[in-house]
């Protein structure tokens, strides 16, 4: 069989069980068809696998402990190694230094990084890669309905809570109007108003137009929390100033020492406690109103 007729041969394959698993639900269907390894990242052990989606393939990393009945974190880093300099795009977009994931393992309880298509060695495996879907189409709809697919696949109903960094921040708050599972969102240092920040650096005025909208306020009730750092010269707060304006319900924290990648591993214990405050004072309010 020819190698194009085998790769599509993969794709309908991957598309059928994905849309089965969507109809089914996941958890009707036994085990799962992908194979968690053990891996140690920093002294911590994590369960790593691949997880199929109706667009791409998406490495998750899951620290399987108990939720207590708590929300589990999804991580979502930047944009990570896309280009090696202007013009030229990178062969792995694999982020040199995963902060989203080093955030993630400060977490007590369940947390899981989902990271971004064809990261993490895909971008060789999986033969829908190309450069386009880091650089241009980076928050694309393609690129976003396939999170959005993986983590259906992945959690069934589990309530979770978005956390993003950086072009994370962008993919985590498109895919928190979509997902009715998820109670929360933080976002820190996002590029949040893509067309400003695109015009900002002058890049190309596609990377905009190719990426899926982004609602504010969204459609549903969830806490919403965005961190900005005041020394960011790469996303600064007043570039997404105007399109938060327009989301009253959202809290958002600009942190005096902060710049783009320093020292949000060091802030984090700050924020995830405000966001905790956030979630319990949203709870005692839906109560309220639902009592009236």
């Not at 994905?18 to 799962?32: E, K, L």
Request: proline letters at 5%; hydrophobic letters at 45%; one cysteine or more.
């Amino acid at each position: 069989m020819a190698l194009p007729a085998v790769r599509m041969l993969v794709k309908l394959l991957v598309v059928g069980w994905v849309i089965g698993c969507t109809q089914m639900g996941c958890s009707q269907m036994g085990q799962p068809p992908w194979q968690a390894k053990t891996v140690t990242y920093s002294g911590v052990e994590l369960d790593k696998q691949v997880v199929p989606s109706a667009h791409f393939q998406h490495v998750v990393f899951d620290n399987r402990r108990a939720s207590a009945q708590q929300p589990t974190w999804v991580f979502i880093d930047g944009d990570g190694n896309a280009w090696l300099r202007d013009g030229l795009a990178s062969e792995d977009p694999t982020p040199v230094d995963p902060l989203a994931l080093r955030l993630m393992l400060q977490v007590s309880g369940r947390a899981v990084y989902l990271a971004r298509p064809c990261a993490f060695d895909l971008a060789r495996s999986d033969p829908r890669c190309s450069a386009q879907v880091w650089t241009v189409d980076r928050y694309s709809e393609e690129v976003v309905e396939s999170m959005r697919s993986a983590l259906v696949t992945y959690f069934a109903d589990d309530q979770i809570v978005l956390a993003g960094f950086s072009g994370g921040a962008v993919l985590a708050t498109q895919l928190a109007d979509r997902l009715d599972s998820v109670v929360g969102l933080v976002t820190i240092a996002g590029n949040l108003d893509v067309a400003r920040w695109a015009e900002h650096h002058g890049y190309s005025a596609a990377l905009a137009a190719r990426s899926a909208p982004l609602r504010l306020p969204p459609k549903r009730q969830f806490v919403r929390l965005h961190v900005f750092g005041a020394e960011d010269d790469n996303a600064p707060f007043e570039l997404s100033a105007e399109l938060l304006a327009g989301d009253p319900g959202a809290r958002v924290r600009v942190f005096a020492t902060a710049d783009h990648d320093c020292c949000w591993a060091e802030l984090w214990p700050r924020i995830s406690a405000e966001f905790q405050q956030l979630m319990e004072a949203a709870s005692l309010t839906w109560v309220s109103s639902a009592v009236r």
